[in-house]
């Protein structure tokens, strides 16, 4: 069980590491094609895209992952339920429901909600997509439940190729007719590319089937217990994804309010959310991996009443995500303007992502203190605190961008996390009673990470300028600065003999009893 968790947290996490690379180099390749109001014409666009992904697929692959793990576990590894074939049938509902929706009101979202008559074609090209994108997040969430992450991680690369190459063939081609064509060649190679994914997925699921020996049961309840999860879960969803979509309409709004030109409002947005906000989130996917892969494993060990188990895994998990994001938050810090050149040739970029980094840690707790919640049945308490936190940054964000602009988003982003983060660490905290040890995960991480990036720094600096091209400058400063960082970590007791050989059980698949070091 431990060697399986080990070895599906590096396969998603390679996957996810590998796709975020990908997205924000083709971000920087499309900003060189389309400049920063391209990139924000196509940021507008995907934010009703992932609105109604969302509204088509979400809580469902989380309901299938659950209760499959949940019925393996209780069955001894013999049998699973029939709850993959119960919710494909509810996704293709909601996604058919949703696509048509989308194909018939595109005209009105895109003139009128978007004020950029430019989007409608696209969001008309993206409809279709939802069906297939449905599906395959109903396998996704299989595969997950009976372990086996090396399938949607081949099927997420798989869709990422696709269609890259396919905008890269014909972006060219589209690009002199204007921005509205650019962004059509991109949502005609997503389609395309959802419908070879879910092709891929299915196949690989068929090849799964015939292998497994897992029989499938049908239990009485099982769209009870979907819904169950499906509901909270959803409600949570839609609610993140619909504020999230409004505050994207809202913020290019609010500039032009400001007395931004239309063309320079999609640029500052373009920016902000296209270009920075991937980068900050980037080192995240291996937080992400955890979480989604810690659902079916909290979840059966809640099933069988295993609170030692639960209890060590969000412990250790807990500690991972505040040592590896005070790292990450400290390399956006010292070396942000480098960052920014060498990825977008953009010292604005930079910029902004040493102005937002001191909220890294927080956002990524945010990613996996999300999933755990939802593992321990508390869809309920997550759904209360994003009304809240939504509802607060939607009027902040109505009242104030118009008046201050683009700097007033910056600080209700940082009085949106910071709130959030509170709400749901607390309840973590209180549900879970695991217990955060302040000095070992946060004081000296904090001191190890200001002392191995001033060492780095001025090693840099002592250095002739241009010693290195930008880019590999860049590569030395980060490598230099980690393994600084877990030098000073092991020499302030913040990590220590017994959390490498707790790592190394983990690899064996014989993890140690999870005790304190301190």
Known sequence: MKKSFFFNTVILTLTSQTLRIIGIYFIAFLSGKIGTEGIGLYQLIFSIYYLVATMATSGIAIAVT???????????????????????????????TVSATLFFSAEFIGSSLLGDARTVISLKILAPSLPFMAVSSCLRGYFYGVRKAFKPASEMIFEQIVQILMIIAVIDYFIPKGLEYACLAIVLATTAAEVLSCGYSFTLFQVERRRSRLAVVKEKGTWRKIMNIFLPVAATSYLRSGLRTAENVLIPSGLKKFGAANKDALSQYGLLIGMVMPILVFPSSFLSAISTLLIPEISEANALDNRQKVMGAISRVFQLTLLLSL???????????????????????????????????????????DGMLNALN?????????????????????????????????AIFYISTVLNAYLSINRLVRVSNVKVEISAWI??????????????????RLLPPDYFPLGLTLAVEIILTMVLYFCFLFMVRSLTKKDVTWFKGIVKGTPKPLQSNR
């Open 327 to 369: 790292l990450f938050c400290g390399m956006f810090i010292f070396f942000a303007d480098d960052i920014g050149l060498s990825i977008y040739q953009n010292k604005e970029a930079g910029g902004l992502l040493m102005i937002l980094a001191p909220l890294v840690p927080l956002i990524y707790l945010d990613f996996i203190v």
């Open 443 to 460: 004081l000296k991480p904090l001191l190890s990470i200001i002392a191995a990036g001033s060492v780095t720094s001025l090693i840099m």
């Open 378 to 410: 508390q869809q309920m308490r997550t759904l209360k605190i994003n009304i809240l936190d939504y509802t607060i940054r939607i009027t902040l964000i109505l009242i104030l961008i118009p008046r201050y602009g683009l700097l007033s988003f910056i």
């Open 66 to 96: 659950r209760l499959t793990a949940e019925a393996i576990g209780k069955s001894g590894r013999k049998s699973t339920s029939d709850v993959l074939r119960c919710c494909v049938l509810l996704s293709l509902f909601l996604s058919v």
